[in-house]
Nanobody, 114 residues
Framework: VQLQASGGGLVQAGGSLRLSCAAS????????MGWYRQAPGKQRELVAS???????NYGDSVKGRFTISRDNAKNTVYLQMNSLKPEDTAVYYC?????????WGRGTQVTVSS
């Protein structure tokens, strides 16, 4: 399984970014796809996750601002990030738990300037 993420970058506070992550090398349905982030000196934390049927879960700090969505036909998960804050600055990782393993994307940097 390979996870290819894209869409990070530099944005001013209040702006928006959209991350994408495509999973390849999977021959069956992926139940959970999600995003984590890790800021310097902090632990990796859940940002959002989505099941195949569309049930979602969000970290408290992003509720109401971020939206996770999926294109199951493409094995792709998206993260729409609105009203970005400087504290959202982190490396964002795509995550897929599959067959008792955790698969991680390489990470994409999101930097929000004040």
């Amino acid at each position: 399984v390979q996870l290819q993420a894209s869409g990070g970058g530099l944005v001013q506070a209040g702006g928006s970014l959209r991350l994408s992550c495509a999973a390849s090398g999977v021959t069956y349905r992926i139940n959970i796809m999600g995003w984590y982030r890790q800021a310097p000196g902090k632990q990796r934390e859940l940002v959002a996750s989505s099941t195949y049927s569309g049930s979602t879960n969000y970290g408290d700090s992003v509720k109401g601002r971020f939206t996770i969505s999926r294109d199951n036909a493409k094995n792709t998960v998206y993260l729409q990030m609105n009203s970005l804050k400087p504290e959202d600055t982190a490396v964002y990782y795509c995550h897929v738990p599959l067959s008792a393993r955790d698969y991680w994307g390489r990470g994409t940097q999101v930097t929000v300037s004040s």
